[in-house]
C-alpha cells in the first residue's frame, strides 16, 4: 500500500512539473528570449536558430543538466530525454502541423539546410555512441558542429536567398489562457527588466527540472523500468509540450513551413547543445566517459534516420507542399515506437 501512495505522490509531482515547465517555458522563457532577439534586430533565422530553439529546447537542456549532477549516474536520463523529445519532434509536431495545414507551400530553403544538418547530428550521434561511451572530445565536436550551423544561416541565405519570416508574436495568445493559467499569471511576478529576468527563467526551469528528474528517478525505481526508457518515452513528451504549442500556433497562423522548421532547428539544438556542452563541460571538470546504453537506443536511433529518409521523399514528392497522409504516417510511426517501448517494459520485448 506505501508503495502505491508513493507512486502516486511522485506521479502527480511529475505531472505538475510538466505542466509547470510548459507554462513556464511558453509564457515566459520563450517570449523573453523574443524579446532580447527584437532588441538585437536579429532575423528570424538567426533568432530561430539560437534564442527561440534555446527558448523551447530549455527543459530538455535542463533535464541534461540536472541528470548529470544528480548522485548516482543518472546520464541514461538525459541522454534518453533528448533522444526521444527529437523523435516527438520529428513525429509528432511535424506531423501534426501537416494534419492542421494541408497543401501549404513551404519554403524550401531553410528546409533543406536544417534537415542536411539535423541528418549529420544523427549520424554524429551513432557515430559518437558506437562504442557505448561518449567522451569529451565527441562532445567538444557536438558543440562545435553547432556553431558550425550558426554560421551557415549567414551563408545559406546568400547562396539561396528567400523571404525572411517575421518571428511568432506571444502576446497574440495571452487571450487563450485559461483560469488556471491566468492564476498562475497573476501568481508569478513579471520581471521587467529583460536580462534579470532571462537569469530569473533560467533558474526557475532548473528547479523543475531537478523536481522533474527527481521525482521520474522515483517512478522508475517504484515500477522497475530502467530510467532509459522512461526518459525516452514520458520525460521526452513532456518536455516536448512547448514545441508542440508553439509550433501548433504558428502552423495555424498559416506558416506551417516555419513551425517545420522550427521543429527540425530545436532537434539540431538539442543534440548538438542540449548534449554537448553539458557533457563537454563535465568532462572538463571530471576526465573520462559515461557508458551508454546503446542497446536502449538502437531502435530510436534507427527512427531517427528513417525519419529524415521519409521526410526528405515526402517532401520531394509534395513538391514542398504539407500533406495530411505524410503527417498521419508520422504520427502512426510514433505511436508505433510508444507501443514497442511499452512492450519491452511489459516483458514482451526481451
Same mark, same amino acid.
Given at each position: 500500500?506505501?508503495? %502505491?501512495?508513493?507512486? $502516486?505522490?511522485?506521479?502527480?509531482?511529475?505531472?505538475?512539473?510538466?505542466?509547470?515547465?510548459?507554462?513556464?517555458?511558453?509564457?515566459? +522563457?520563450? /517570449?523573453?528570449?523574443?524579446?532580447?532577439?527584437?532588441?538585437?534586430?536579429?532575423?528570424?533565422?538567426?533568432?530561430?536558430?539560437?534564442?527561440?530553439?534555446?527558448?523551447?529546447?530549455?527543459?530538455?537542456?535542463?533535464?541534461?543538466?540536472?541528470?548529470?549532477?544528480? @548522485?548516482?549516474?543518472?546520464?541514461? %536520463?538525459?541522454?534518453?530525454?533528448?533522444?526521444?523529445?527529437?523523435?516527438?519532434?520529428?513525429?509528432?509536431?511535424?506531423?501534426?502541423?501537416?494534419?492542421?495545414?494541408?497543401?501549404?507551400?513551404?519554403?524550401? &530553403?531553410?528546409? =533543406? *539546410?536544417?534537415?542536411?544538418?539535423?541528418?549529420?547530428?544523427?549520424?554524429?550521434?551513432?557515430?559518437?555512441?558506437?562504442?557505448?561511451?561518449?567522451?569529451? !572530445?565527441?562532445?567538444?565536436?557536438?558543440?562545435?558542429?553547432?556553431? =558550425?550551423? +550558426?554560421?551557415?544561416?549567414?551563408? #545559406?541565405?546568400?547562396?539561396? !536567398?528567400?523571404?525572411?519570416?517575421?518571428?511568432?508574436?506571444?502576446?497574440?495568445?495571452?487571450?487563450?489562457?485559461?483560469? +488556471?493559467?491566468?492564476? $498562475?499569471?497573476?501568481?508569478? /511576478?513579471?520581471?521587467?527588466?529583460?536580462?534579470?529576468?532571462?537569469?530569473?527563467?533560467?533558474?526557475?526551469?532548473?528547479?523543475?527540472? #531537478?523536481?522533474?528528474?527527481?521525482?521520474?528517478?522515483?517512478?522508475?525505481?517504484?515500477?522497475?523500468?530502467?530510467?532509459?526508457? =522512461?526518459?525516452?518515452?514520458?520525460?521526452?513528451?513532456?518536455?516536448?509540450? /512547448?514545441?508542440?504549442?508553439?509550433?501548433?500556433?504558428?502552423?495555424? &497562423?498559416?506558416?506551417?513551413?516555419?513551425?517545420?522548421?522550427?521543429?527540425?532547428?530545436?532537434?539540431?539544438?538539442?543534440? $548538438?547543445?542540449?548534449?554537448?556542452? !553539458?557533457?563537454?563541460?563535465?568532462?572538463?571538470?571530471? !576526465?573520462?566517459?559515461? /557508458?551508454?546504453?546503446?542497446?536502449?537506443?538502437?531502435?530510436?536511433?534507427m527512427l531517427l534516420m528513417g525519419s529524415i529518409i521519409?521526410?526528405?521523399?515526402?517532401? $520531394?514528392?509534395? *513538391?514542398?507542399?504539407?500533406?495530411?497522409?505524410?503527417?498521419? @504516417?508520422?504520427?502512426?510511426?510514433?505511436?508505433?515506437?510508444?507501443?514497442? &517501448? %511499452?512492450?519491452?517494459?511489459?516483458?514482451?520485448? @526481451?
Amino acid at each position: 500500500m506505501a508503495e %502505491i501512495l508513493l507512486l $502516486l505522490f511522485f506521479g502527480v509531482i511529475l505531472l505538475i512539473s510538466f505542466y509547470l515547465l510548459y507554462f513556464f517555458s511558453e509564457h515566459y +522563457f520563450i /517570449p523573453s528570449l523574443d524579446d532580447i532577439g527584437k532588441r538585437f534586430n536579429l532575423s528570424s533565422d538567426i533568432s530561430g536558430a539560437t534564442l527561440m530553439a534555446a527558448g523551447s529546447s530549455a527543459p530538455e537542456l535542463a533535464v541534461v543538466v540536472v541528470s548529470l549532477l544528480k @548522485t548516482g549516474n543518472h546520464e541514461a %536520463i538525459g541522454i534518453g530525454t533528448i533522444v526521444g523529445s527529437a523523435l516527438f519532434n520529428l513525429f509528432v509536431i511535424v506531423g501534426a502541423v501537416m494534419v492542421l495545414k494541408t497543401n501549404k507551400k513551404m519554403v524550401w &530553403q531553410p528546409l =533543406v *539546410r536544417d534537415l542536411v544538418f539535423y541528418a549529420l547530428s544523427i549520424l554524429l550521434l551513432v557515430f559518437s555512441f558506437r562504442d557505448g561511451t561518449f567522451s569529451l !572530445p565527441e562532445a567538444t565536436v557536438f558543440v562545435g558542429g553547432y556553431l =558550425v550551423y +550558426f554560421g551557415s544561416l549567414f551563408v #545559406w541565405k546568400k547562396l539561396f !536567398p528567400y523571404k525572411d519570416i517575421e518571428l511568432h508574436d506571444h502576446e497574440a495568445d495571452e487571450p487563450g489562457l485559461n483560469s +488556471f493559467d491566468r492564476i $498562475l499569471k497573476k501568481a508569478i /511576478p513579471k520581471v521587467n527588466n529583460l536580462y534579470i529576468a532571462f537569469v530569473f527563467d533560467i533558474v526557475v526551469i532548473g528547479l523543475l527540472s #531537478w523536481t522533474l528528474v527527481s521525482s521520474a528517478i522515483e517512478v522508475s525505481a517504484i515500477l522497475g523500468i530502467p530510467e532509459i526508457i =522512461v526518459a525516452l518515452t514520458v520525460i521526452a513528451l513532456g518536455t516536448s509540450v /512547448p514545441d508542440l504549442v508553439a509550433s501548433v500556433i504558428v502552423a495555424k &497562423q498559416g506558416r506551417p513551413g516555419m513551425a517545420i522548421n522550427n521543429a527540425v532547428g530545436s532537434n539540431i539544438f538539442d543534440i $548538438l547543445i542540449g548534449l554537448g556542452l !553539458p557533457f563537454m563541460l563535465l568532462f572538463l571538470f571530471s !576526465p573520462g566517459g559515461v /557508458p551508454v546504453d546503446n542497446s536502449s537506443l538502437s531502435v530510436s536511433f534507427m527512427l531517427l534516420m528513417g525519419s529524415i529518409i521519409l521526410l526528405v521523399f515526402g517532401f $520531394l514528392f509534395s *513538391r514542398w507542399k504539407t500533406k495530411g497522409w505524410l503527417g498521419w @504516417t508520422l504520427i502512426l510511426l510514433y505511436l508505433g515506437y510508444l507501443l514497442y &517501448q %511499452i512492450a519491452i517494459v511489459a516483458g514482451f520485448g @526481451t
